[in-house]
């Protein structure tokens, strides 16, 4: 004598029950699982049971049939048979013509998220950077071949960060700068046309912008220290980056050097000054003018100076000494006034200690350049 399980038991009784109806197997089964896991805040009973014995249509509707809640994350439930039942009648489910066969029980767990992996990950710093050069030097390239009237410039180039693999990706000679706009001054989006492994036509958009870099003057061969600097003894040069450098002749031209300029050396302002009409040791006729007396005499320069200076003069005989201003070729007048400024009276200082009358002005600096250029004037005082 054996003994038969409970499922066996109601299996056999279904069977024996169909057949009495005429000898066919037209009940539905539900074949329940040992353990399920779901993805879902809702265990429907496709995810505990496999429904057999049933046209597509129905056993579809039946698996999407919602049975009880899911378990919390980490933890486990057990549906029983029982509870399965309930639920089923409770929808309206015929039992009669249902079959339940497999385990009693099922364990059902909460499926755990798995992180999604981005198609387009971000790029690093170092990656853009290296985007950015490459478009850099692709669009340079680009102004010089369609634009070869340009004259020196700066590029720079800003890619979005999601573009910067992209264009590392591919060859730098496809890309294409159709909608560049070579004449604006600030930022511009530009679409830049590239062909990329697949030969698939892609389009980036990116930031540029082009500034224009004026060429600036440089000795054409080495000059002396003392040259006068002529428009033959100059020549343009395209600045290095971050170099800077004179790009108004004006400010050269008829200048003197106070240090040697070697060839293709740019010209600074530092080593130029103006032609001086007094040198260190020349003799010098200075003039004291008061009301309609003038008075001139003869000294010699204690350094160098062009127009408007302030320089020392000293007794050809004697121990004299006084400053003056440098008005003319080996001239200078002492508390000398341009026609800008008021002169209300006229006084000689002398260095050495004679007084000067009562009210008069001192003149104490030579007289400041209006013109406002940045090259230095005059040469060493002593």
Same mark, same amino acid.
């Given at each position: 004598?054996?003994?038969?399980?409970?499922?066996?038991?109601?299996?056999?009784?279904?069977?024996?029950?169909?057949?009495?109806?005429?000898?066919?197997?037209?009940?539905?089964?539900?074949?329940?699982?040992?353990?399920?896991?779901?993805?879902?805040?809702?265990?429907?009973?496709?995810?505990?049971?496999?429904?057999?014995?049933?046209?597509?249509?129905?056993?579809?509707?039946?698996?999407?049939?919602?049975?009880?809640?899911?378990?919390?994350?980490?933890? /486990?439930?057990?549906?029983?048979?029982?509870?399965?039942?309930?639920?089923?009648?409770?929808?309206?489910?015929?039992?009669?013509?249902?079959?339940?066969?497999?385990?009693?029980?099922?364990?059902?767990?909460?499926?755990?998220?798995?992180?999604?992996?981005?198609?387009?990950?971000?790029?690093?710093?170092? /990656?853009?950077?290296?985007?950015?050069?490459?478009?850099?030097?692709?669009?340079? =390239?680009?102004?010089?071949?369609?634009?070869?009237?340009?004259?020196?410039?700066?590029?720079?180039?800003?890619?979005?960060?999601?573009?910067?693999?992209?264009?590392?990706?591919?060859?730098?000679?496809?890309?294409?700068?159709?909608?560049?706009?070579?004449?604006?001054?600030?930022?511009?989006?530009?679409?830049?046309?590239?062909?990329?492994?697949?030969?698939?036509?892609?389009?980036?958009?990116?930031?540029?912008?082009?500034?224009?870099?004026? =060429?600036?003057?440089?000795?054409?061969?080495?000059?002396?220290?003392? /040259?006068?600097?002529?428009?033959?003894?100059?020549?343009?040069?395209?600045?290095?980056?971050?170099?800077?450098?004179?790009?108004?002749?004006?400010?050269?031209?008829?200048?003197?050097?106070?240090?040697?300029?070697?060839?293709?050396?740019?010209?600074?302002?530092?080593?130029?000054?103006?032609?001086?009409?007094?040198?260190?040791?020349?003799?010098?006729?200075?003039?004291?003018?008061?009301?309609?007396?003038?008075?001139?005499?003869?000294?010699?320069?204690?350094? /160098?100076?062009?127009?408007?200076?302030?320089?020392?003069?000293?007794?050809?005989?004697?121990?004299?000494?006084?400053?003056?201003?440098?008005?003319?070729?080996?001239?200078?007048?002492?508390?000398?006034?341009?026609?800008?400024?008021?002169?209300?009276?006229?006084?000689?200082?002398?260095?050495?200690?004679?007084?000067?009358?009562?009210?008069?002005?001192?003149?104490?600096?030579?007289?400041?350049?209006?013109?406002?250029?940045?090259?230095?004037?005059?040469?060493?005082?002593?």
């Amino acid at each position: 004598m054996f003994r038969l399980g409970i499922n066996s038991c109601l299996s056999c009784l279904l069977v024996i029950c169909c057949l009495s109806r005429g000898g066919e197997l037209n009940a539905e089964i539900l074949r329940l699982k040992a353990a399920a896991v779901v993805d879902s805040p809702i265990v429907r009973l496709g995810d505990v049971a496999d429904v057999l014995n049933a046209d597509p249509e129905q056993a579809a509707r039946m698996e999407q049939m919602t049975l009880l809640p899911a378990p919390s994350k980490g933890r /486990t439930r057990v549906i029983t048979v029982s509870e399965i039942r309930g639920r089923l009648q409770a929808l309206g489910v015929d039992l009669s013509r249902l079959e339940l066969t497999g385990k009693s029980q099922v364990r059902v767990t909460l499926k755990e998220a798995t992180p999604t992996v981005s198609q387009n990950p971000v790029a690093t710093q170092q /990656t853009i950077q290296k985007a950015e050069a490459k478009v850099q030097q692709a669009l340079s =390239e680009w102004i010089k071949v369609y634009y070869p009237d340009a004259s020196a410039f700066t590029v720079t180039v800003r890619v979005q960060p999601a573009d910067a693999s992209l264009i590392l990706a591919n060859r730098a000679d496809s890309f294409r700068f159709p909608g560049l706009n070579r004449f604006a001054d600030t930022e511009q989006i530009v679409g830049m046309n590239l062909i990329d492994a697949q030969g698939t036509a892609r389009l980036v958009r990116l930031f540029c912008r082009i500034q224009n870099v004026p =060429e600036i003057l440089a000795a054409k061969y080495s000059l002396n220290k003392g /040259t006068v600097i002529r428009a033959d003894d100059l020549m343009w040069v395209r600045p290095e980056k971050n170099q800077t450098g004179i790009t108004d002749p004006r400010l050269v031209i008829g200048r003197e050097l106070t240090r040697t300029v070697h060839q293709s050396n740019v010209m600074r302002s530092q080593d130029l000054m103006e032609v001086p009409l007094i040198r260190d040791g020349a003799i010098v006729t200075v003039y004291a003018r008061r009301g309609g007396i003038s008075v001139k005499r003869e000294m010699r320069a204690r350094g /160098t100076g062009g127009m408007g200076d302030s320089i020392t003069l000293i007794a050809l005989e004697g121990r004299d000494r006084l400053t003056a201003t440098v008005t003319g070729y080996n001239q200078a007048e002492v508390n000398y006034r341009p026609a800008s400024e008021v002169q209300r009276s006229a006084g000689i200082q002398f260095i050495s200690g004679t007084a000067e009358p009562t009210g008069s002005i001192q003149r104490t600096g030579g007289v400041r350049n209006a013109r406002g250029p940045a090259i230095r004037r005059g040469g060493i005082r002593r």
